[in-house]
Nanobody, 128 residues
Framework: VQLQASGGGLVQPGDSLRLSCAVSGRTLSRTSMGWFRQAPGKEREFVAGFGWAGRGTYYQDSVSGRFTVSRDDDKSTVYLQMNSLKPEDTAVYYC??????????????????????WGKGTLVTVSS
């Protein structure tokens, strides 16, 4: 399984940005997909994710209502739409995949160490 994240950049507070993650080597509908991020000096943390067939979408509290995760099975791509960005959203964002179904709050118990596959990160910087 290969994951390729893209779409990061430098934006101002309040702006929007959409990250993409192209997935190859596994059927997206039978893959749990998650977005994680790692800010400088901090541990990698869960941001948003969904289980097989897009079920059980879950968000970290700090991004709920601002970020939306979605998927396009035809393009085998997962997206993270980020609105109302804040300086504290600055981080390297990673997409990750797992072969097991992960739904709802199970994402928090799974954590970064529980994911099977990782892509290279894309840097998001929110600064005025």
């Amino acid at each position: 399984v290969q994951l390729q994240a893209s779409g990061g950049g430098l934006v101002q507070p309040g702006d929007s940005l959409r990250l993409s993650c192209a997935v190859s080597g596994r059927t997206l509908s039978r893959t749990s997909m998650g977005w994680f991020r790692q800010a400088p000096g901090k541990e990698r943390e869960f941001v948003a994710g969904f289980g097989w067939a897009g079920r059980g979408t879950y968000y970290q509290d700090s991004v709920s209502g601002r970020f939306t995760v979605s998927r396009d099975d035809d393009k085998s791509t997962v997206y993270l739409q980020m609105n109302s960005l804040k300086p504290e959203d600055t981080a390297v964002y990673y997409c990750a995949a797992d072969s097991e179904p992960i739904h709802g709050s199970s994402w928090l118990r799974r954590g970064p160490r529980g994911m099977d596959y990782w892509g290279k990160g894309t840097l998001v910087t929110v600064s005025s």
